[in-house]
Structure formats: structure tokens, C-alpha cells
T-cell receptor, first 105, second 116 residues
Framework: DIQMTQSPPSVSASVGDRVTITCRASQDISSWLAWYQQKPGKAPTLLIYAASSLQSGVPSRFSGSGSGTDFTLTINSLQPEDSATYYC???????FGPGTTVDIK | QVQLQQWGAGLLKPSETLSLTCAVYGGSFSGYYWSWIRQPPGKGLEWIGEINHSGSTNYNSSLKSRVTISVDTSKNQFSLKLSSLTAADTAVYYCARGNLQLWSAWGQGTLVIVYS
């Protein structure tokens, strides 16, 4: 089975900062990667699919990149409402990464 | 705008069977796979299984022996049964709409606690 890892496990940043989260697959998954945002007590929401395609309605400050085994989620100009846990998911299977928690300083 | 509404018992004892149902309102029911995903308190997400409108299922191999997912297309509903519960099954259970293993719509979640 393909394993997904994320780093860092948590990050604390200020409003307006750029935040980068990394996801790594244990083997080549091409661009089959999605990112989800989950706020406390809520269901996850799909942010990005196919590694870099923005889901409809998601703010443009979110972007994704990468292919193969290494992927990145970038939040440009962090906003207070971006405080959440972010999960990557191998999108041709059903495997999620362990999550990265983003806090606002 | 699709909406998923789920319900079921939230307090169960070891060895009992969990039973949850998810109703789908709005949008197509036949064009998607319908999944159950769970999240233990403070932990990450685990896919349980999925079903399509024809009743074709896929299950997580680690849970397959205990899981049954069924569909009622006349009501646009699908259901989860998980048997032989233990404390390790305590989690928030979500239903979700899937397409190509991407989940773009989710239910509100149901906290299921297995206690002795």
C-alpha cells in the first residue's frame, strides 16, 4: 500500500503570512493528489484536486503543486478563517495523510 | 446544491452493531459513489467503504469482514452497518459523495461512542 506523510505536523503563522505544507507519497502517484481542509467540529471540505486544480468556490490564495511523490499546499496571505487541519489524500485510492494543523499567531 | 443528512445511534456497547443512514437531497444520485469515512477523536480520516446506485461496493480491507454498505435508490439513501464493535470503533462517522475517489460533499457527521 502507498503511504502518505505530511510535514510539518503543525505550523503557527501570522495573518498575511505564506504557509507551505508538504505531502509525500511512498511511491509515484503522478498527479493523483487532493487536499482537504477541516475546521474543528466540521466535516472536511475539498480544496484542491489533481494536485493543482482549485475546487470551485475555494479562495485563490490556496494553491497546490507537485507530481510524482512530492506535493505542496500553499496558502498565500493567511487569513484567520484558514485556521484548520489540512489533509492530503492519494486520489486514486482512499488513503489520507496524517494532517497538518495551521494555527494563527 | 447537494446536501447529505445522516442519522443513527450514537451510544453502543462492545459487540453491538453500528447502523447509520445517509439521505441525499438535490443533485444526481446515480452518477456517484457514496462513501462512509470515520475519524477517531483527535485523529485522522479513515475511509470505510463505498457503494454506487447499482449496489456495487468497495470496502477498506482492514474493516471488510465487519462492514456492510447498502443502498435504497427509491429514497436516495445509503446505509452503513459495522458489526462486532470495540472501543477502537469510537469515532465521528461521515457520509460523503465521491467521484474518482474525491469527496466533494459531506454529511454533518455522527459521533459514535462504544462504551462498556
Amino acid at each position: 500500500d502507498i503511504q502518505m506523510t505530511q510535514s510539518p505536523p503543525s505550523v503557527s503563522a501570522s495573518v498575511g503570512d505564506r504557509v507551505t505544507i508538504t505531502c509525500r507519497a511512498s511511491q509515484d502517484i503522478s498527479s493523483w493528489l487532493a487536499w482537504y481542509q477541516q475546521k474543528p467540529g466540521k466535516a472536511p471540505t475539498l480544496l484542491i484536486y489533481a494536485a493543482s486544480s482549485l475546487q470551485s468556490g475555494v479562495p485563490s490564495r490556496f494553491s497546490g503543486s507537485g507530481s510524482g511523490t512530492d506535493f505542496t499546499l500553499t496558502i498565500n496571505s493567511l487569513q484567520p478563517e484558514d485556521s484548520a487541519t489540512y489533509y492530503c489524500q492519494q486520489a486514486n485510492s482512499f488513503t489520507f495523510g496524517p494532517g497538518t494543523t495551521v494555527d494563527i499567531k | 446544491q447537494v446536501q447529505l443528512q445522516q442519522w443513527g445511534a450514537g451510544l453502543l456497547k462492545p459487540s453491538e452493531t453500528l447502523s447509520l443512514t445517509c439521505a441525499v437531497y438535490g443533485g444526481s444520485f446515480s452518477g456517484y459513489y457514496w462513501s462512509w469515512i470515520r475519524q477517531p477523536p483527535g485523529k485522522g480520516l479513515e475511509w470505510i467503504g463505498e457503494i454506487n446506485h447499482s449496489g456495487s461496493t468497495n470496502y477498506n480491507s482492514s474493516l471488510k469482514s465487519r462492514v456492510t454498505i447498502s443502498v435504497d435508490t427509491s429514497k436516495n439513501q445509503f446505509s452503513l452497518k459495522l458489526s462486532s464493535l470495540t472501543a477502537a470503533d469510537t469515532a465521528v462517522y461521515y457520509c460523503a459523495r465521491g467521484n474518482l475517489q474525491l469527496w466533494s460533499a459531506w454529511g454533518q457527521g455522527t459521533l459514535v461512542i462504544v462504551y462498556s
